[in-house]
């Protein structure tokens, strides 16, 4: 068996090892050296990349109790090869996969719901409990776990024996059987897991809650630890401080001065639809009796075209057909005593577009100039 080095130092990124096997394989070579410093994927946590003899390692996966290293290319079996494992991805795993244990720890302490699922993804970890939190016990939890992680407590990996590890009160999704590793962030979680951990809590720098979601019969958590979050939030300062100039508001502010232009806007979009009804019920008064009727309009939204339209249709006596421009083409919209689907469908067909609805009433788009479809309908 490859001897797991990632054990023994999980800061270890370079080493040298004999090569036991290469061979060809789907996503390319898949090699086993005696030794490794390459996690395989497990417990939540991605594979390793990095380098085998300058050579590319695109994944390390265990397959049948092998460390396998997904490479790009063949290394020569019996060769001895200085593997270098990625350090700033790992580190980024690490941060990101201890910060989760942190703050999963103290959610079970706090409230004693489980976590039931982890992920981490390439945006950010997401954890499932199987409970309910609230906005106030989040605030509480991640200023609990950002302290413990200043103190910089020592993480600690126990091997116990079957008689230690019953009296152990530490938390696992499933049934263990076997040698059960165990590690503990003291006083925080204590925990069966498999994979690779800093070593002082410090190194995670801090843990940032982006977001809380119910879902099934709990919640879901979006996360992110360390680099990864102080770089989102810094981007998002940056957005703010831009924000924060376009509102013309202190940083500490703009949401208070967001919300005030919300109500001016909106309270601006009801005085617009007002006079938009005003002047609409006027065409449709000019066009009281004319029977069938094409409109071009400037500026109207695909709302709009359809109040329009059926302002029209309910005084012109005939069909009712107006479209207004926008950057692909027009907008439209068509109403009728009889079923208008069919003449939809063609003109769709003809003129570019896609749309539909009800017998009497269809909306939508075409891709066409105001000379296409003036042709169309003559």
Known sequence: MTEKLYYIDSHLMQFTARVRSCTPCKQGYAVVLDKTAFYPEGGGQPGDQGTLGGVPVLDTQEQDGEIVHLCQAPVEAGDLVEGIVDRRRRLHLMQQHSGEHILSGFVHQMTGYDNVGFHMGAACVTIDFNGILTAEQLDEL???TNRYILENHP???LLPKQEELAKLPYRSKKELTGQVRIVEFPGADLCACCGVHVKMTGEIGMVKILS???FHEGVRLEILAGEAAFRYLSDCFVQNK????????????????????????AEVKFRAARLEESVFAQKADRLADTGDVLLFEEGLSP?????????????????????????TGFFYAIASHEDVRGFVKDM??????RGG????????????????????FK
């Open 357 to 376: 609805g009800k017998p009497n009433f269809c909306q939508g788009s075409v891709s066409a100039a105001k000379e296409q479809i003036e042709a169309f």
């Open 303 to 327: 709302d709009g075209v359809r109040r329009l339209t059926d302002a029209v249709f309910k005084t012109c006596g005939g069909r009712a057909a107006v479209f207004s421009k926008n950057e």
């Open 242 to 265: 831009a924000v924060s100039g376009l509102l013309s508001a202190k940083q500490t502010e703009t949401a208070a001065a967001a919300e005030r232009l919300c109500r001016e806007l």
């Open 142 to 144: 991640e200023e609990q």
């Open 348 to 353: 769709n067909n003809a003129l570019q577009g």
């Open 212 to 214: 809380c979601q119910k």
């Open 155 to 157: 993480v600690q990996v």
